[in-house]
């Protein structure tokens, strides 16, 4: 499997004129992994800048390829970082040559926060949604969970503000189908870092 999502990765990077940097292929790796892998739970943090949200976007597409019935939810600190994701993806699924049987005739769900590709009926949920991590997520089931950059100064520059985020990613576990996958994204900001804590190694 992992050779699939290599392929899909170094036919995209080909699209954009690129060849696929090593870390990238590494950061690949881990995330199909963490995807196939139980406890199906991972913490990804990588140097400023090495395109870590870049790769995970291309994991989503290719999950997506691979599985078009998951339901991807993606958390950020705030929506509009989620909705960056969100659009990345879909600026994949739109232009990757492996991706075009996905793209529905009628796009009623296909904006920058939430889209839904051409999948078995009966899916209640969106194909990929964001929130903001402290958004309305009540009521939401997904098969993947990624969230990218919960912890940013502004959500853990002080205690009381940590434990809101560490029991806000508590409620996740409600959400996520019994053999869904969660990645975690990100850069520690605090000593008293959710990422030195949080049960996803």
Known sequence: MT?????FLDTWNG?????????HRQIMEFLVSVWTTPPRRGLLMAFRHSGKSTVVGIFA????????????LILSAESGLAARMVSHVRHI???HPMC???????KKEWASGRIT???PIGIREPSVICQGIHGNITGMRADLIICDDVEVPN?????????NLRERLRELDFILSPDGAMIYIGTP?????IYRTHDNQ
Do not use: W
């Open 61 to 72: 597409a290719c999950v997506l390829h691979m599985r078009p019935e998951t339901r991807i």
């Open 93 to 95: 699924l739109e232009n």
């Open 189 to 193: 900001h605090t000593l008293d870092s």
């Open 155 to 163: 959500t853990s520059n002080t205690a009381q503000k940590r434990e």
């Open 15 to 23: 699209i954009l004129g690129y060849k696929t940097p090593a870390h």
């Open 117 to 119: 590709v051409n999948r």
């Open 3 to 7: 050779n699939d999502f290599f392929t």
């Open 100 to 106: 075009t049987d996905l793209i529905p005739d009628t």
